[in-house]
């Protein structure tokens, strides 16, 4: 079976066994700011983990693109990628523990083909201090389940995954006991970090077992399912949360227990293949054959180029899908460094031409069978990263140049000249540390304080470049000023709310006939954009929204009202805070000093007359109020 054949033979195993399939979020979740990217299946149901009712029911499915950007210096090495879908099922209070173990032993073994006998399994030990058992309950089910087919499944009680790694395994041992650094999970991790009052348990983790030949004692200890090598890789996790953390830091059994279950999609396409490499399935191997006929090169001479090719290609692919742009803040950011990453291991290839246009139609057809629920831009996602790739060609060009010839007469870099590299050719910093690196080129020790130091001196060059310019931007005071004043909020909050969520005021000059607002993005904007931007303007003009302003301490205006300000480390302890619209979901909020008008009803019909390049990812506005 390939890769879609699995996603689709489990959600439909699933629906069979009386769930209910709901649709995946999106990568990028809409009024979560705690994170940067759905990060695992269960990170959208966690309200309902938590107690609250699902409109469809108790059983749940799905099958969730997500992306963890932590393992991004893993990527190289066969297992790791930083975009990967996660196929998940959950009992919110109805079954435990035996239906969700026979239920994914039996899609493994008799769905998916496994052989059982290289399946290992993974229970809690247990807690002495929290008073919390071993979890023998899982452990007897899985010796059940392996007995009725054949297989004696004895129990090793190991602990801590290093004392495994000296033990090793011993014969017929197929179920083994960790501490809770590898099977209890919680929101905080172990036993001793999880919060007061969060429901949590024990997990059971499942293994598929490549082969004896595929452990390295030498340099990873004795193989066993928690230690690191090639022989044994994860392909699912079952959490059983049974407990709740009480106020005085014990724990007690929950009424209504959950079953939350995630399996890798890609690692149990890898053990249908019995391939360790992952990069070797159906969504990946056409990538990795297309770079090979681009290139010139084989895979098995150049695995770490193509494979951080492949799975960066594909993470920047499912982000443009749904409407991200590559940009300099968050979501944005995160998506064109996945794109510079791989044109730059593109160029370690000696693919020096324009590459995405091979790449991105294989990885679009890959991922065809993913709904257009969360797929949204689908048609636009190669244009997008078309032209982020033609910019950084153009840069990375540039920069280059540059540092060869900063590197000519001697072999070390310091903060100073990474910083005129970004500064001066906007060759990022982390770009010219990877360069560095592949070159030879030594850095100085303290090359992240030096550069942070000249970016701090540019800062304050620029402030004091500013003195004697308009007031906040404004010509004077008068009425009409005003009213282009507090215009320049809503339209700002406009380009936020539908073109990118990243946009900030990069500069403005507001007269009384006119307003001239700069602002970060990468791309002229379509007649349809600016369409949309003015109409949303002239609605929140209409609605006669309040302007209100108060003084507020600085941390309070940024952390808790959530102001929008691009300045905190220049702003005073005490600043004035304009809030538009209603005070808990307000349209507008920014640090400012005014003045407003006291209703958007006063402003007037705003009327985008230009769009144009202000400087390179600089955008310029200029509009007029009829």
């Known amino acids: ?326 940009s300099n803040k968050t979501q944005g950011y995160a998506m064109r460094r996945l794109l510079r990453r791989a044109i730059l291991r593109a160029l370690d290839l000696g693919i020096s031409t324009n590459f995405l246009s091979e790449i991105v139609p294989i990885v679009a057809t890959n991922y065809a069978e993913l709904p257009d629920s969360i797929l949204t831009h689908r048609e636009v996602a190669l244009e997008v990263m078309l032209r982020e790739e033609n910019a950084f060609r153009k840069t990375l060009n540039k920069g280059i140049n540059e540092l060869k010839k900063l590197t000519k007469n001697h072999k070390i870099l310091d903060g100073r000249d990474i910083f005129k590299l970004q500064d001066t050719y906007g060759f990022p910093m982390e770009l010219s540390v990877e360069e560095c690196y592949r070159e030879g080129v030594e850095l100085t020790p303290d090359y992240v304080k030096e550069f942070e130091e000249a970016l701090k001196e540019q800062r304050e060059r620029s402030q004091t470049a500013s003195k004697g310019m308009f007031k906040g931007g404004l010509e004077d005071h008068g009425e009409q000023t005003v009213k282009y004043h507090t215009a320049t909020h809503l339209l700002l909050a406009a380009l936020q709310k539908l073109i990118a969520p990243d946009i900030v005021q990069k500069g403005s000059n507001i007269t009384a006939d006119r307003v001239r607002f700069d602002f970060n993005l990468d791309h002229k904007m379509t007649d349809e954009e600016k369409k949309k931007v003015e109409e949303q303007v002239n609605e929140w003009i209409k609605a006669d929204l309040p302007v209100v302003y108060d003084e507020y301490d600085k941390e309070y205006a940024r952390n808790t009202l959530k102001a929008h300000g691009e300045f905190w480390d220049k702003y005073p302890e005490k600043l004035k805070v304009y809030t538009i619209g209603d005070f808990e979901n307000p349209v507008s909020r920014e640090v400012c000093g005014g003045p407003h008008v006291k209703h958007t009803g006063e402003i007037g019909h705003f009327k985008i007359k230009k769009e144009e390049s202000s400087s390179a990812g600089v955008r310029r506005i200029k509009a007029v109020i009829e």
């Open 1 to 326: 079976m390939d890769a879609n054949e699995i996603r689709k033979e489990f959600l439909d195993f699933q629906v069979e066994r009386g769930h209910k399939m709901i649709q995946p979020a999106p990568l990028v979740l809409e009024g979560d700011p705690t994170t940067l990217f759905t990060g695992s299946g269960m990170q959208p149901l966690l309200p309902y983990l938590l107690g609250e009712k699902h409109p469809l029911g108790t059983r749940l499915c799905d099958s969730q693109p997500s992306m963890r950007l932590q393992d991004i210096e893993d990527i190289g090495d066969p297992r790791h990628t930083t975009v990967f879908e996660m196929l998940g099922n959950w009992s919110l209070g109805d079954y435990f523990k035996e239906e969700q173990i026979r239920g994914f032993f039996e899609f493994l073994t008799e769905r998916v083909g496994l052989d059982p006998k290289r399946i290992y399994v993974t229970c809690f030990i247990g807690n002495e201090k929290y008073g919390i058992p071993r979890d023998t309950e899982a452990a007897e089910i899985w010796q059940k389940v392996f007995k009725e087919v054949g297989i004696e499944a004895k129990i090793a009680k190991i602990g801590s995954a290093k004392e495994g790694d000296k033990r090793g395994i011993k014969e017929g041992e197929r179920i083994f006991f960790y501490d809770d650094h590898e099977n209890w999970w919680s929101r905080g991790g172990g036993c001793e970090s999880t919060p007061i009052g969060d429901p949590c348990g024990p997990d059971s983790e499942v293994f598929y077992d490549f082969g004896e030949d595929k452990q390295d004692v030498e340099k990873y200890g004795l193989a066993h399912p928690a230690s690191d090598g090639a022989r044994f890789m994860e392909i699912g996790n079952q959490v059983f949360m049974q407990y709740r953390r009480n106020e005085d830091g014990t724990f007690s059994e929950l009424e209504k227990k959950n079953v939350d279950f995630g399996a890798g999609l890609e690692r149990i396409a890898a053990a249908a293949i019995d391939s360790f490499d992952v990069f070797k399935i159906s969504l990946m191997k056409p990538i990795v054959d297309k770079l090979e006929e681009i290139s010139g090169k084989s895979y098995e001479n150049n695995t770490d180029e193509m494979r951080v090719i492949t799975d960066h290609i594909r993470g920047a692919y499912l982000l443009a899908s749904q409407g991200l742009t590559p």
